[in-house]
T-cell receptor, first 114, second 113 residues
Framework: GAGVSQSPSNKVTEKGKDVELRCDPISGHTALYWYRQRLGQGLEFLIYFQGNSAPDKSGLPSDRFSAERTGESVSTLTIQRTQQEDSAVYLC????????????FGSGTRLTVV | AQSVTQLGSHVSVSEGALVLLRCNYSSSVPPYLFWYVQYPNQGLQLLLKYTTGATLVKGINGFEAEFKKSETSFHLTKPSAHMSDAAEYFCAVTGRGNTPLVFGKGTRLSVIA
């Protein structure tokens, strides 16, 4: 596609429920990144993919968070048993490869846990 | 490891005045430095980047930044602010072969008419 697409744009969920956030990167971009942006905070790195593998999962805050990528395309970030502190905007970005630092960001998914 | 400090969470300038947003970095390897802008309800957009070569980098919308190794700084400037410049600005750093970008906490720029 022309840009990075994220869905849903907004998600309200009850505490304890599982959520799935989707990212559709630019076609041909092999590197894909997930960040979290809490209110008043900078971007917090979660995980990145080079192709379908995830060399760096160091940013995932707990084992409730997981992500996968298939076909060097779509990625899904899953949060299990959501907590109120998970409320944030989840941003996805892609780049041609890991050495291309001109990330293209999606508009994000605003997650609210009530 | 890399880190970024943005001085001032909120900067307010008058329309037509100089814009100066400060960014200091820490890096154990030669840094690559970036400025991104985020308009309300939009994703981040790359303004400019420094990787190698000329230390004064020009970006979109009249912004520029200068890499000063001795000061570990990469401040963002624009000679004359416009109302449309009101947004959140993020400085980011990485090192060659390192991924991903490490972002600062952002500076919100307000432009007063």
């Amino acid at each position: 596609g022309a840009g990075v697409s994220q869905s849903p744009s907004n998600k309200v969920t009850e505490k304890g429920k599982d959520v799935e956030l989707r990212c559709d990167p630019i076609s041909g971009h092999t590197a894909l990144y997930w960040y979290r942006q809490r209110l008043g905070q900078g971007l917090e790195f979660l995980i990145y993919f080079q192709g379908n593998s995830a060399p760096d999962k160091s940013g995932l805050p707990s084992d409730r968070f997981s992500a996968e990528r298939t076909g060097e395309s779509v990625s899904t970030l899953t949060i299990q048993r959501t907590q109120q502190e998970d409320s944030a905007v989840y941003l996805c970005a892609s780049s041609l490869d890991r050495d291309d630092y001109g990330y293209t960001f999606g508009s994000g998914t605003r997650l609210t846990v009530v | 490891a890399q880190s970024v400090t943005q001085l001032g969470s909120h900067v307010s300038v008058s329309e037509g005045a100089l814009v100066l947003l400060r960014c200091n970095y820490s890096s154990s390897v030669p840094p690559y430095l970036f400025w991104y802008v985020q308009y309300p309800n939009q994703g981040l957009q790359l303004l400019l980047k420094y990787t190698t070569g000329a230390t004064l980098v020009k970006g979109i919308n009249g912004f520029e930044a200068e890499f000063k190794k001795s000061e570990t700084s990469f401040h963002l400037t624009k000679p004359s602010a416009h109302m449309s410049d009101a947004a959140e600005y993020f400085c980011a750093v990485t090192g060659r072969g390192n991924t991903p970008l490490v972002f600062g906490k952002g500076t919100r720029l307000s432009v007063i008419a």
